[in-house]
């Protein structure tokens, strides 16, 4: 399932992040540290998703989130 999917609050291990050979996003995410094997988190949904990665936390649009499989 993609992040869009997770349950708020739950902590989840990231499979994959498929950008669809977006480049940018892909760098982009990673420097984020969401990468294959990390731990996330989804905070909060409203408009945007906010997660939670490695004591921080990030407001990430739908787009982002589909390309995290979770």
């Known amino acids: 399932m ?3 999917d997770a349950e708020l609050g739950k ?3 990231i499979k ?3 950008t669809g050979g977006d480049d940018e996003m ?3 995410l990673f420097s984020l540290g969401c990468y294959s094997g ?3 988190t989804v905070v909060d949904k409203k408009k945007n998703l906010v997660v939670s990665i490695k004591d921080a ?3 990430i ?3 982002l989130a ?3 499989e979770v």
Do not use: G, H, P, Q
Request: aromatic letters at 12%; a negative charge; glycine letters at 0%.
């Open 26 to 28: 892909e760098s982009f």
């Open 66 to 68: 589909a390309s995290i």
């Open 38 to 40: 990390e731990k996330i």
């Open 57 to 59: 936390r990030y407001n």
């Open 11 to 13: 902590e989840y291990i």
């Open 2 to 4: 993609t992040l869009n």
């Open 61 to 63: 649009d739908e787009e």
């Open 16 to 18: 994959a992040v498929s």
